[in-house]
C-alpha cells in the first residue's frame, strides 16, 4: 500500500504565495516522478508540474515562472512553491506519483494520487 497526502492549499488572495507539500508513504522501494495536477470546476485535470527523481523538471506554460515543484528525496515529499497567484489558479491541486513498490513477489510500478488539496485565489 502506498498513500500520498496533500497539504497546504487554502484563500490567497491574487499576487499571493503558497506552498504545497505532499507526502508519499508505505512499501516504497524507489519513487520514479512526483507532479502536480488541478482541476478547476467544469475543467479537465490538467499537468502543473513534474520532477523526477534526478531532478528534471516540467511546467505548463501557464505556471513557468510562478510556480516551482522541488523534492526531498530522504522525506519522500515533494513541494510546489506557487507564487504570483492568479484567479485562474483556483483548482483542486492534487498530486501524483510514479511509485516502484514492494510486492509480494518482488517490486512492481503503479501510479498514485493524492485525495486533493483546494487552492482558491480570491480578493
Known amino acids: 500500500q502506498v498513500q500520498l497526502v496533500e497539504s497546504g492549499g487554502g484563500l490567497v488572495q491574487p499576487g499571493g504565495s503558497l506552498r504545497l507539500s505532499c507526502v508519499a508513504s508505505g512499501m516504497i522501494f524507489r519513487i520514479n516522478a512526483m507532479g502536480w495536477y488541478r482541476q478547476a470546476p467544469g475543467k479537465q485535470r490538467e499537468l502543473v508540474a513534474t520532477?523526477?527523481?534526478?531532478?528534471?523538471?516540467n511546467y505548463a506554460d501557464s505556471v513557468k515562472g510562478r510556480f516551482t515543484i522541488s523534492e526531498d528525496n530522504a522525506k519522500n515529499t515533494a513541494y510546489l512553491q506557487m507564487n504570483s497567484l492568479k484567479t485562474e489558479d483556483t483548482a483542486v491541486y492534487y498530486c501524483?506519483?510514479?511509485?516502484?513498490?514492494?510486492?509480494?513477489?518482488?517490486?512492481?510500478?503503479?501510479?498514485?494520487w493524492g485525495q486533493g488539496t483546494q487552492v482558491t485565489v480570491s480578493s
Open positions: 501524483n506519483a510514479d511509485i516502484t513498490r514492494y510486492t509480494s513477489y518482488g517490486t512492481g510500478t503503479t501510479e498514485h
Open positions: 520532477v523526477t527523481t534526478g531532478g528534471t523538471t
